[in-house]
DNA sequence: GTGAAAGCGCTAACAG
DNA sequence: CTGTTAGCGCTTTCAC
């Protein structure tokens, strides 16, 4: 069975001829001196034998498991797997594991995964693209730290990881701007939603800086799908004169935008330019490629499983200054990717990966502290 | 700390004025006798104070966690999250956890993933597109079941679930000797790959089968991408005549064919008729939008799953016919998604989802096994 | 129908 | 420098 035939340390120590506490001490690189024979003797035998420390075991006498819950609502949603991984590689660096749970947008799975995570003792939990937070009481009562990553409700929280819209948007406007155009429309995302408004905004702003005034029926609203975007490009074409470049508020409608562009027998990026927010795989692969800004899915995992780890690390230490301390909300910026939708030379930028990850993921890596 | 304040039974059977026994075989459904008024008094205490089992104390006495291991490759790659949530799916149904772990191909972090695994003592593993088999021996000497799903490597092994790659392609063949087409050509993966002959035999198979006979000249190999596609395309067009349907080997591939052939001055699927494997995302926003047989990665997780449970089931009850048999690999059949490439009329079929995994999810899930 | 007590594998006092 | 022992929270004989 499990752990039934399994090296125990006793055996191990048996073996090595010392008693249970010695071997402990030995195979923990323990602070407690040991003679560098026994210490040999030890690690050879445990070694020999291909002992494994049972963690079930330890985790019971030390409290700690080292492990923290992800709550996703659905590994399958186009963010999930990078968010994740930011957070996995974080965990790799101070050797956690991550237990996830998809509660599927339930509020009631979500409270039950909870619970199963607590029953698993994890020591904080992530919360990644959650729809609610009812959930957190349990939390708050059960005294552990926990953290937001893509939250999709409401406004800002503490403990939150979210996209810097506004920032990303200012770069796609800068650039649109820097090509030289000053008639540049807007497809929005549904105004129900927080990132809709903050990009609007920003697209509003960043005209205004520039010294562009935002046109009335410059700015139409798409449901975040390629129809809504088709939809929402033919009312542009309708402006008079018409806009020479627009801001797709993400990928998916810019698809529909540029088959609406090329229905009106208009090319793209020839007469007008298209940029968009995701960057999503498929934006790469399609034709004009997409220029868009990331959405930094995995750096924003990656940060969410620090300030977790910070956490944590104030609740072991039981120091007054960092004890339990909550986070204000943290933005992370996207990467623009220029490609082809807007005409602008490639060259501008050193390289081309779809996943920002990779491409940060050492950097950040070397980042990642050593285990206390 | 973690489990430091929490309730435990002890609290529970104090307050309920019983011993831990009586408060133990109430909370777990034992079918020890308990009276009627002994059981309410537990279950009402335990209830207002929120007891929550430490699963690590019960799993230290029962040698059961109730959690498995997933050795992933990379969560990043496109089939992991799907495969991962098939088997997350079917965990769910026997009340069981996955812990994951990326190896990124690196056969040590693979083994050091397996000892980590077998230290949280999970009850059996799971690799997901491994690339090698080395590792299976530490997991045959700690007596764990473990299943292959989409491996990468090799023939034929047990205890894998792979894609059916001969029935898919047929499927795609018929669909295009169905629509008329009689000069069928295909642009193959690297034939290194295993995947990749399976797909071109059946290729050749099916056409046979249907009495015509592959010419000379209409199969050009590719490497999976979309230059290896436009480059095995444009060799395409050179034959006299030319094909009027290509199978392409994968979606990728298919992108690139697509934009040689537009870049020929002829239309797809006007002119050429193209059909593909995989049914990754961006295939489905393509315009032409993409024709293709789906590689069923959320049913092959989920029936990996499926099939390490009936190994664990195996070991658990020591039934010697049961016991630690291995399964002969299983294949699946992905599923004929038809859209705009070929031509023909979508209102074939039911329905156009992407995500195999949420038309099948609900029948598969029923299909699911109560916790014994 | 209920309870007392042993013990899963390990770590951390405490004693020498 | 090494060893003995208590006990983490739970399940499960065994006795009543």
Redesign the pocket.
Known sequence: MS??L?I?????ARAA?????????V??N?D????T???ARVLQSANAMG????LL??S???DRTYTIGIIADDLLSPFTPPIIRGIQDYLKAIDYLGLIINSDWDPALEQAAINRLLSHAVEGIIFVESGHLAATQALVEAQKPYMFVHRLFGASIQNSVVPDDVQATRLVIDHLLGLGHRRIAHIAGPQGWHSAQRRLESYQATLAAGGIAVEPGWVAEGNWEYDGGAGAMRQLLQVNPPPTAIFVANDYMALGAIAAIQAAGLQVPHDIAIASYDNREFGRVHHPALTTVSLPAYEMGFRAAELLWQKIQGDLTDHPATHRADFDEVKICGQLYIRESCGADPAQQTHDELDVGTTVRHRLIGKAPERE
Chains 1, 2 share one sequence.
């Not at 001829?17 to 001490?25: E, F, I, K, M, Q």
């Not at 407690?32 to 003679?35: M, R």
């Not at 002992?51 to 049972?54: A, D, E, Q, T, V």
């Open positions: 752990t039934g399994s125990t340390l006793a055996a191990v001829g010392v008693s249970l506490a010695t071997a402990s001490r195979l923990n323990s407690h001196p040991i003679s024979k026994t210490r002992y494994r420390p049972n075991a330890r019971m006498r030390t």
